[in-house]
């Protein structure tokens, strides 16, 4: 997530926004290719929509998208930019109007829980990767929200700004799989946004147009990433920590225990991303 937001308009997208009449577009030409050992599941997380999974790895796990317009209707939109319904099942974050936006799963909050996805960067400029990320624990972005301004560093949003109360009361999980240095953000995938920061190597990049698992595990104040079946990033999120570099937005201690999920749209031209195969386990009760 960077300071400046650009406002294109994808041509022929229809906003999330317009729930549940939104039109899904036709598939990616992009091909899907894959890293050893990542994303080999298809777009069918093992069980429909709002059931639990009984068998594999992910038994236990609730799918809360499984590529499917009943699905994807229980999720809302708040902000710019825009996440659409593609014809293969998966969701696409992508441009739209000013400003940053989520995509939130409004069925119901979490407490303690793990989150597995998968993701694809999609960038259509030639050489610049693509960026969102994963938020998390964040209140349902319907301003106002006492204590949870819609500001950058203190500076209202003052056009579609809904968004903001997600990355200033919640934690974002970065995706960007950019080089380090240069103008590039710095934050990588599987960062814990400004607090726990990741380089490329780190983050274990991929090639665009690579398919990848993502999994992260909060439990109480501790925030564990796992990308292609590893561990990324540990965090601990104690109180009182200013945000870095936004020293006027709210600290630490404004992450609370209880919150919303959501997928970001970033708004650049590159930030084209795709995601499918949404589940989650609530182990508040471990």
């Given at each position: 997530m960077r300071k400046t937001i650009a406002a294109f308009l994808g041509a022929g997208a229809l906003a999330v926004a317009a729930l549940p009449a939104v039109a899904a577009e036709r598939p990616s030409k992009r091909?899907?290719?894959?890293?050893?050992?990542?994303?080999?599941?298809?777009?069918?997380?093992?069980?429909?929509?709002?059931?639990?999974?009984?068998?594999?790895?992910?038994?236990?796990?609730?799918?809360?998208?499984?590529g499917t317009r009943r699905c994807f209707e229980r999720w809302k939109y708040a902000g710019g930019s825009q996440v659409t319904l593609q014809r293969d099942g998966t969701l696409r974050a992508a441009p739209g109007a000013p400003n940053l936006g989520v995509l939130w799963y409004a069925a119901r909050p979490y407490g303690d829980f793990s989150l597995r996805l998968q993701f694809r960067d999609d960038s259509p400029?030639?050489?610049v990767r693509a960026n969102s990320g994963v938020q998390v624990r964040f209140p349902a972005p319907k301003p106002p929200v006492p204590g949870c301004p819609m500001t950058f560093?203190?500076?209202p949003q003052t056009e579609n700004p809904a968004a903001w109360i997600a990355v200033n009361c919640g934690h974002e999980i970065q995706i960007n799989d950019s080089p380090d240095g240069g103008t590039n953000d710095p934050r990588k995938t599987g960062s814990i946004y400004g607090f726990a920061d990741l380089n490329a190597t780190q983050a274990r990049v991929t090639p665009a147009g690579t398919w990848n698992d993502l999994e992260i595990k909060v439990v109480g104040q501790t925030y564990t990433v796992f990308r292609n079946g590893v561990k990324i990033n540990e965090y601990e999120n104690k109180p009182g920590v200013p945000f870095p570099g936004r020293p006027?937005?709210?600290?630490?201690?404004?992450?609370?225990?209880?919150?919303?999920?959501?997928?970001q749209a970033h708004g650049a031209p590159q930030d084209v991303v795709s995601f499918r195969n949404i589940r989650v386990l609530d182990i508040s009760a471990q």
């Open positions: 091909p899907d290719k894959h890293h050893p050992g990542a994303g080999k599941g298809h777009n069918k997380p093992g069980a429909p929509c709002g059931k639990t999974i009984n068998r594999g790895p992910d038994a236990g796990y609730e799918v809360i998208f499984d400029v030639a050489g560093d203190g500076s006027n937005d709210p600290d630490s201690s404004s992450r609370g225990l209880v919150g919303y999920l959501g997928l």
